[in-house]
């Protein structure tokens, strides 16, 4: 069967891939510790599973809106004004199978051929590959260790010209666990400001999920909430990976149209999730600090033991749950060494390559483990690296 040569243009989720073949080594009886994959170790907080199961035995389990139920709209509204400053209203909400709709419904309802988006490299490969789907130039943002992995504001100005349609943020960042900090969101917003029809597409995923300072989004910044799409969701911060839902904030205008791309791609998000998601955000946040509080214990260690084997240097990141090491030091090509880990050691993890071509050099890591866990894969990469 012939593929449409758009199919061509579509990368994938590397994380998965490795998942895969270190899944197929388990099953021969090899050890694997998992370090690939990007999801919460903490299960779903019982409230939260409690609400889906009530909702379940209530109705909630035909067609909803296309946007989402207006009770998850009204909470997300709720949130989004509580933590990011801005006025909301539940027409600036659409409710997606997880965020990853966000991104691509954005990207087709406003990019065209021609149009270049600036999207950060290493990064959520993702982007990338919905640039190009969308019919977009991908103008990749190189992140620098030298900078935390914070974006280069020289290296966006010099990237921005009269073809720039959209800029993509991620903060906190996959891969690297890097942040915007205030300064760096207000010099960012400043600078688009010269540029007024450039669209912003904020991923804020890990938002919750800082260890160092705080979370600052350039939607608090005058101008911004009628230019930029928010895309958030409940996978990370909630641990709540397989419901699938995500959500994105925008112009009212432009969320209508997001609406209809959904209605034709998806119909809606499950309804007794999304119930499920009003008792996230407005139940009990208990549960969520203490995970914060572990992954922040964690990272602290995984870092520290990184720095101590041969070859790897590791900066400290301000969020999310993953930390990206050097290791040019050890000579080996990241995606050698991804694959001599798994092979050799018994420890799966991704090649910096994987997010870009700027992240040779460099490895990721998942700290979304148990602590007796990642001991272990450290003893492991140690012994192979000697």
Not at 54 to 78: D, K, W
Not at 196 to 213: A, H, K, M, R, T
Not at 281 to 306: Q, S, T
């Amino acid at each position: 069967m012939k593929l449409a040569s758009r199919m061509s243009l579509l990368g994938t989720e590397t994380a998965f891939e490795v998942l895969a073949r270190a899944r197929a080594l388990e099953a021969k009886g090899r050890n694997i510790v998992h370090l690939e994959i990007g999801e919460p170790d903490f299960d779903t907080p019982a409230h939260i599973i409690d609400e889906g199961v009530r909702a379940l035995r209530h109705g909630f389990t035909h067609y909803g809106p296309s946007p989402g139920l207006p009770q998850l709209r009204e909470a997300i509204c709720e949130h989004v004004t509580k933590t990011r400053g801005i006025a909301c209203k539940p027409e600036n909400v659409v409710v997606t199978p997880g965020g990853k709709p966000i991104m691509f419904f954005a990207m087709l309802a406003l990019v065209e051929p021609g149009d270049e988006v600036l999207y950060p490299n290493p990064g959520f490969p993702i982007y990338e590959s919905m640039i190009k789907f969308a019919g977009g130039t991908p103008v990749p943002l190189r992140l620098v260790e030298e900078k935390g992995f914070s974006l280069d504001l020289d290296m966006v100005e010099s990237r921005l010209s009269s073809k720039t349609k959209m800029i993509v943020l991620n903060s906190p960042q996959n891969p690297t666990g890097g942040t915007l900090t205030k300064d760096d969101v207000a010099q960012l917003a400043a600078l688009l400001r010269k540029f007024p029809d450039v669209i912003v597409l904020s991923d804020e995923i890990y938002s919750d999920l800082v260890y160092d300072g705080e979370h600052h989004s350039i939607l608090r910044h005058e101008g911004f909430p009628e230019r930029t799409i928010l895309l958030d969701g409940f996978s990370k911060t909630f641990a709540m990976t397989g419901w699938r839902l995500g959500y994105g904030v925008m112009p009212a205008d432009l969320a209508a149209q997001v609406a209809r791309l959904q209605t034709n791609a998806t119909s809606c998000t499950a309804s007794f999730t999304q119930m499920a998601g009003v008792a996230a955000l407005r139940g009990d946040w208990g549960p969520i600090r203490a995970m914060v509080e572990e992954f922040h214990r964690r990272r602290d260690l995984i870092v520290d033991g990184l720095n101590s084997i041969p070859g790897f240097t590791c900066v400290k990141p301000r969020g999310a749950f993953y930390v990206f090491p050097n290791i040019t030091g050890t000579g080996i090509p990241a995606k050698v060494l991804q694959q001599r880990l798994l092979e050799e050691a018994g420890v799966a993890c991704l090649a910096g390559t994987a997010f870009g071509e700027w992240g040779e050099g460099y490895l990721r890591f998942s700290y979304a483990n148990s602590t007796e866990n990642i001991l272990e894969a450290l003893h492991r990469v140690h012994t192979l690296i000697g």
